[in-house]
């Protein structure tokens, strides 16, 4: 995770319009930024985008944008750029998938921004991971196939929870910010999903 000393000197210097600032944040979040994308990204299009694709457009769209950022802050430097990735997502959908493609209502976060999903199968798959020989391949999927299945019955936001917190590495206070509910909320949530992540865990290796 960056150095948040670091990370709020080079804020600084951005904001004081130093562009090569700018760069080396962008560049520091790419890892994060990465994860984000990956879990989000619809297996339909495999193939078609990849993950860097996502991001150029996001830093483009980031060093473009970034004058409104600098005269009103209202949320941290990574949870501001995470959301302008996750609206370059949400048109990537569209474009590729159609309309259609996609829930309508689970389009739009509760704090307002344009939302993409982590999907289940790619929460299992990072949970599970997948042995180096083909027999454990097969059998890490049909164990992660099992696992997408139950994540699947979990409340949205307590399947997102588990995605921002441990695979994105956000704080609880970004968490919250990027669901747009008090912090306190998004602990209550991430305690939930935790205990239910663990029942299906249990499931999983009471069923082998």
Same mark, same amino acid.
């Given at each position: 995770?960056?150095?948040?000393?670091?990370?709020?000197?080079?804020?600084?210097?951005?904001?004081?319009?130093?562009?090569?600032?700018?760069?080396?944040?962008?560049?520091?979040?790419?890892?994060?930024?990465?994860?984000?994308?990956?879990?989000?990204?619809?297996?339909?299009?495999?193939?078609?985008?990849?993950?860097?694709?996502?991001?150029?457009?996001?830093?483009?769209?980031?060093?473009?944008?970034?004058?409104?950022?600098?005269?009103?802050?209202?949320?941290?430097?990574?949870?501001?750029?995470?959301?302008?990735?996750? *609206?370059?997502?949400?048109?990537?959908?569209?474009?590729?998938?159609?309309?259609?493609?996609?829930?309508?209502?689970?389009?739009?976060?509760?704090?307002?921004?344009?939302?993409?999903?982590?999907?289940?199968?790619?929460?299992?798959?990072?949970?599970?991971?997948?042995?180096?020989?083909?027999?454990?391949?097969?059998?890490?999927?049909?164990?992660?196939?099992?696992?997408?299945?139950?994540?699947?019955?979990?409340?949205?936001?307590?399947?997102?929870?588990?995605?921002?917190?441990?695979?994105?590495?956000?704080?609880?206070?970004?968490?919250?910010?990027?669901?747009?509910?008090?912090?306190?909320?998004?602990?209550?949530?991430?305690?939930?999903?935790?205990?239910?992540?663990?029942?299906?865990?249990?499931?999983? *290796?009471?069923?082998?």
């Amino acid at each position: 995770m960056a150095n948040s000393r670091d990370t709020d000197g080079l804020l600084r210097q951005a904001r004081e319009e130093d562009s090569g600032a700018l760069g080396k944040l962008l560049l520091r979040y790419s890892g994060r930024l990465r994860t984000m994308v990956e879990l989000r990204l619809d297996h339909r299009l495999a193939g078609r985008v990849d993950a860097s694709d996502v991001l150029q457009e996001t830093f483009l769209d980031a060093a473009r944008s970034f004058v409104q950022y600098r005269e009103q802050p209202d949320r941290s430097f990574y949870v501001w750029l995470r959301c302008i990735a996750e *609206r370059r997502l949400v048109d990537i959908h569209r474009q590729h998938l159609g309309v259609q493609a996609r829930d309508p209502r689970r389009e739009v976060s509760l704090s307002g921004w344009p939302s993409a999903d982590a999907t289940s199968a790619a929460i299992a798959a990072r949970i599970l991971g997948s042995g180096p020989s083909p027999s454990e391949a097969a059998m890490g999927a049909e164990r992660a196939a099992r696992l997408a299945a139950a994540l699947d019955k979990m409340d949205r936001l307590d399947r997102e929870v588990l995605a921002l917190r441990h695979f994105e590495q956000l704080s609880n206070a970004e968490a919250a910010q990027v669901l747009g509910i008090g912090e306190s909320a998004a602990s209550k949530r991430h305690l939930r999903a935790l205990d239910r992540l663990k029942e299906a865990l249990k499931e999983l *290796r009471e069923g082998e």
